[in-house]
């Protein structure tokens, strides 16, 4: 997958996104590979040890889950609707900026 895909999927910008990913690189859970052709993307991809926390991971999740009164489904569109609300937020502060 492209960092900036994974960015996107998860709303967090590059300056957020890769100092965490370096640290999972150097823990040894992801590769970070350059694009040859377009040095700008970069793919990552989970090691052995990456996949093996993906169980890990996905299981802490679940659990988060069993202590909410929602399930993922309905959570997943409370995100949706907040990241929606977030925008515009933002889209009303950068109308108020541009009046100031």
């Given at each position: 997958?492209?960092?900036?895909?994974?960015?996107?999927?998860?709303?967090?910008?590059?300056?957020?996104?890769?100092?965490?990913?370096?640290?999972?690189?150097?823990?040894?859970?992801?590769?970070?590979?350059?694009?040859?052709?377009?040095?700008?993307?970069?793919?990552?991809?989970?090691?052995?040890?990456?996949?093996?926390?993906?169980?890990?991971?996905?299981?802490?999740?679940?659990?988060?889950?069993?202590?909410?009164?929602?399930?993922?489904?309905?959570?997943?569109?409370n995100?949706?609707?907040?990241?929606?609300?977030?925008?515009?937020?933002?889209?009303n502060?950068?109308?108020?900026?541009?009046?100031?």
């Amino acid at each position: 997958m492209i960092i900036k895909e994974l960015g996107t999927r998860l709303g967090l910008d590059t300056g957020t996104l890769t100092p965490l990913l370096r640290r999972m690189e150097n823990d040894g859970w992801l590769t970070r590979e350059r694009d040859t052709v377009d040095g700008r993307k970069v793919f990552i991809s989970l090691t052995s040890k990456g996949r093996l926390m993906e169980e890990k991971v996905k299981d802490s999740v679940q659990s988060c889950f069993s202590h909410m009164a929602m399930n993922e489904a309905e959570y997943v569109e409370n995100v949706v609707k907040l990241q929606a609300i977030a925008a515009d937020l933002a889209q009303n502060n950068t109308r108020l900026s541009e009046r100031n």
